[in-house]
């Protein structure tokens, strides 16, 4: 971040006052420009004994195989983003939408959600951002072309929670905190 | 958003090709700036029969009770922006963190995270955010007197599970997105 978004003047690095970090700050309105962590939406959908993958066209990693998941949108719930994500790259409807994994990739400020959901029906195509989609067993996973390891570990856990019939939220720190808390 | 923060030229609105949305888009370095939810976590600590609450000391809601909450920064996991702000705030340490409330606020773009959790000691005090903070009871707190919603519905659904001994995640989408998936 160079300049100020709001009156386009320059920007320094500074801690403001009753802050405790350095913040984006405006030389001449004095605007603080906060930078938070994104979160990534999207579902795991499931038909019968297999899952519903894309073959993603774009960077990054395109032409690895993963799971309906993009950026969720301000104005939307995490829900709705999921549920909107599945739409975009798969042209596919889901329902009974529950959370699976909620995992925090600390490093590159990301949060994914990841929700389990019952695939409607078999009405489905690649979206703009997606090569192909295709339905896999556990044996036909692409498991050595999958795009991300967060993706690989969805599938691992819902095969491994599939064999006993419950599917409790997994939540996953990636990676530790670059500061973790001084208690 | 008027100027590109990183180049500092005048942002228009328009959608990217591939896109189906208005963006803000630099009319010199043609950057893409996207603008997504920020997620709020916290901690709803528990002492025996009691709940720790904090008196904000700022806006907004000033004056008013809230649980130890506040937007995640980047690099930080989700519960370890849970337990930064309940030290920031409250000066306190909490264990056994098990995520509790998820709620999307679609209107303000947020996703808000509340951890339950056990309060470690009695060593709390206010911190710079804080005018007070106290351990109340299920018939001592200040319903009227909560600074948000969300604060209230955590409250409300702890007490009530806390009858039934099970604490479920609760899900929940304060109001409908604006613009709901037309599926």
């Keep these: 971040m160079n300049f100020c978004s709001q009156c386009g003047a320059s920007i320094k690095l500074a801690i403001p006052e009753g802050d405790n970090r350095q913040r984006h700050i405006c030389t001449s309105c004095h605007h603080i420009h906060y930078l938070n962590p994104k979160i990534v ?4 959908p499931v038909w019968q004994d297999k899952v519903l993958l ?3 066209s774009i ?3 395109s ?3 993963t799971l ?3 950026f969720m949108e301000n104005g939307e719930s995490t829900r ?5 994500e599945t739409r975009e790259e798969a042209n596919a409807r889901v ?3 529950q959370l699976y994994t909620l995992t925090s990739m600390a490093p590159v400020s990301q949060v994914q959600m990841i929700y389990l959901a019952q695939l409607d029906d ?4 690649a979206g703009d951002e997606t090569e192909a989609v295709a339905l896999y067993s556990e044996e036909e996973i692409p498991w050595d072309d999958l795009a991300f390891q967060t993706i690989h570990n969805a599938l691992k856990l819902f095969f491994e929670d599939r064999k006993k019939g419950i599917f409790p939220l997994h939540h996953i720190d990636l990676e530790r905190p670059s500061k973790p808390p001084e208690n």
């Design 41 to 44: 939406a999207g579902c795991l």
């Design 54 to 56: 894309c073959k993603r």
């Design 59 to 61: 960077e990054p990693r």
């Design 63 to 65: 032409g690895y195989w």
């Design 68 to 70: 309906p998941a993009g």
């Design 80 to 84: 709705h983003a999921a549920l909107r």
């Design 95 to 97: 329902s009974n939408l």
């Design 122 to 125: 078999l009405d489905f195509s």
